[in-house]
Each structure stands twice: as C-alpha cells, then as structure tokens.
C-alpha cells in the first residue's frame, strides 16, 4: 500500500478483555515494529520483526503483551486481559531494510486504545 | 541506554517568525530521524539525518554527529507548523528500535 496502515483507529474494551491491533506495513518493507505512546510523552519501542521473525521483544511490558508477524508482512498485537494501564496509542512503524536511508521508518496512524 | 533530549519543550511563534529546536544524544548513532506529530496525532516523518545538513522547503535540519546533537529550522513558520516535533535516535548496532526524545510541543499563532 501508499503508506502504513493500522486498524481499528480506535478501540475501547472492559478492562479483562482481550485486543487484537493490526498493522499492514508498506510493501516491500523488511521491518516491523510496534510503539506504545503515552499522552504528552513520545512513543516507547515494544517489539520489531525483520521478515516473519520477531527480533527483539525487550520492551513489551509484561506476558500480557504478544506480538506476530507469521508471513512477513501483516502483524498483530495481542493484549490479553487488558488493563486501565495499558490505554495508550499503539503506533506500527515499518522500515525497507537496514543501512543507510533504508533504515528510515515509517509510522502508520496508530491505533488509540481505551481499557475502562 | 542512550538518552535523547529536546528543547526547549514548549514553543510559541507568531506566524512568520522562525525558530531552532535542539536534540542532545548520549552516544553516537546511525540514524537519527526528525517526526512532526499534527494535531491530528500523525507522525509525519520529516528527514533521515544522522549527520549533514538537508532542506525540504521551509524545514531543515543539521546533524553534527560528534558532537551529538541535531538542530531542526522552521521558517516563515505558519499555523500548520502546529504540534508536536520528535527526535529520534538508533544506537550504532543499526536495525534496532528508535529512541525518542519527549519532543518540543510548537504553537504558531496568527
């Protein structure tokens, strides 16, 4: 596609359910990754895949958090049992490759979560 | 890990006026790119900069890498300048994630 996409734009669930955020990266692009923004602060790394495989998972905050990407290309990040704490945007970002200006990520619209 | 800083953290202009926005980093990077988050919440990247200077219109940037900081211009701001503007750095491994600065929040008012 033109750019990054996200879906749902916006999502509110009860607090003990579980989400499913979507992102469909610009094609072609090798690397994924998934932020988490809080209001007035700017987005925090949680996870990024080159291809299918997940490369570094460090700041996804707890097990609660999962992400995959099983073709290369689409990803989905699961919440399970969400909680108030984890409302926050939920930015995808994809990048062509890695060197140089190829290293340049792209953000998509995110996805504003809101856990009552 | 490395720190990003950005100043000042909140900027008012009349409209026309230009200005400088700074971004300190703690280590030497690979990339470093400069965000424009709009009203609307878009992060709209501007430059991939991890050193040199680049225009795009109104907007340019310079990187001097060892001395670890990057400056963003504005000129001839207008109201659509508005929001947020982000720092973003890459630690020198590459292909890792970016870490952001708390950004400068800009007003351009008429």
Redesign the interface.
């Known amino acids: 596609g033109a750019g990054v996409s996200q879906s749902p734009r916006y999502k509110v669930t009860k607090r003990g359910q579980d989400v499913a955020l979507r992102c469909d990266p610009i094609s072609g692009h090798v ?1 994924l ?1 998934w ?1 988490r923004q809080a209001l007035g ?5 949680l996870t ?1 895949f ?1 291809y299918e495989a997940q ?2 998972k460090s ?1 996804l905050p707890n097990d609660r958090f999962s992400a995959e990407r099983p073709e290369g290309s689409i990803s989905t990040l699961t919440i399970q049992r969400t909680e108030q704490r984890d409302s926050a ?1 939920y ?1 995808c ?1 994809s990048s062509l490759s ?2 140089s ?1 190829q ?5 998509g ?2 996805t ?1 979560l809101l856990v009552l | 890990g490395i720190q990003v800083e950005q100043s000042p953290p909140d900027l008012i202009l009349q409209e026309g006026a230009n200005s400088t926005l700074r971004c300190n980093f703690s280590d030497s990077v ?2 470093l ?1 400069w ?1 424009h988050q709009n009203p609307w ?5 501007l430059f ?1 900069i991890p050193s040199g200077t680049k225009q795009n219109g109104r907007l340019s940037a310079t990187t001097v890498a060892t001395e670890r900081y990057s400056l963003l211009y504005i000129s001839s701001s207008q109201t659509t300048d508005s929001g947020v503007y ?1 720092c ?1 750095v ?1 630690n020198p491994t ?10 400068t929040r800009l007003s351009v008012i008429a």
Do not use: H, W
């Open positions: 690397s990754y932020y602060q700017g987005p925090e790394f990024y080159n490369q570094d700041g945007m930015r970002a890695v060197g200006e290293e340049t990520q792209y953000f619209p995110g504003r | 690979n990339n790119q965000f919440g878009q992060l709209i990247n991939y982000f973003a890459e590459g292909n890792t994630p970016l870490v952001f600065g708390k950004g």
